[in-house]
């Protein structure tokens, strides 16, 4: 990357919590958020020094599917999110929303999966970028610990798994709990990019995010 002499560069360091999230709440059929997000909220986490808060989200409550209560999910989550983000950036905060929770088809997402997935994945995030793709305190934090193929191991197919999906990721495909179809991350990225969202991202490596060996 080549900085032009009359670009002025002003480095930021973040100090970060992982704050109120909506990845359980919706889907267990109790409200929307697990904590606060008023204006006491917000200048508690400021007596604490913090710059930037992470917001966990789930694809069902976003898309409004597999049975999640609609009170709870589609476009009255959407709202709620946007209005919270809305408040939180105005108030000078970083925000970094993450695909915590997902499932595929029909699967209820109650949990943590191994990689993104194909059916919903992709939606989830193109929505995201279309309503955030404007707003460079909002990063996107791609998917949560993804922890493909042989997550203890730090093999070349897990990380084929990770930047690929698909025929890439036969210990997903093949599951014996949800066996689906993943998608890697270059999808996921590109999908986000379509729509000119020009967000930073986030990228977390396999095994659970603690292994970036091969990430080039």
């Known amino acids: 990357v080549t900085i032009s002499p009359n670009c002025t560069v002003n480095p930021i360091q973040l100090h970060g919590v992982t704050g109120t999230g909506a990845n359980f709440e919706c889907v267990q059929g109790r409200g929307l958020w697990d904590g606060p997000t008023n204006a006491s909220y917000r200048a508690a986490l400021k007596m604490w020094n913090i710059n930037a808060v ?33 408040e939180m950036v105005a108030d000078g905060f970083y925000i970094l929303i993450t695909l915590h929770w997902s499932a595929p088809g029909t699967h209820v997402a ?16 193109k929505i995201l970028a279309q309503e955030f793709g404007k707003f460079e305190q909002i990063i996107f934090d791609v998917f949560n610990e993804p922890f493909p193929g042989d997550n203890t191991h730090d093999s070349q197919q ?11 990721c036969p210990d997903i495909a093949k599951s014996p709990l949800i066996p689906y179809q993943a998608v890697g991350f270059d999808e996921l990225v590109a999908t986000i990019r379509g729509e000119n969202a020009t967000n930073v991202l986030i990228l977390g490596g396999i095994n659970y995010s603690n292994s970036l060996t091969r990430f080039v």
């Open 54 to 86: 992470r917001v966990t989200l789930n694809e069902d409550c976003l898309l409004g599917i597999n049975g999640v209560k609609k009170k709870y999910s589609g476009e009255l989550y959407l709202q709620a999110l946007k209005s919270y983000l809305h």
């Open 110 to 125: 109650t949990g943590q999966s191994p990689m993104p997935d194909q059916d919903h994945s992709l939606q989830f995030w």
């Open 158 to 168: 897990a990380w084929e798994c990770w930047k690929f999906g698909g025929n890439s």
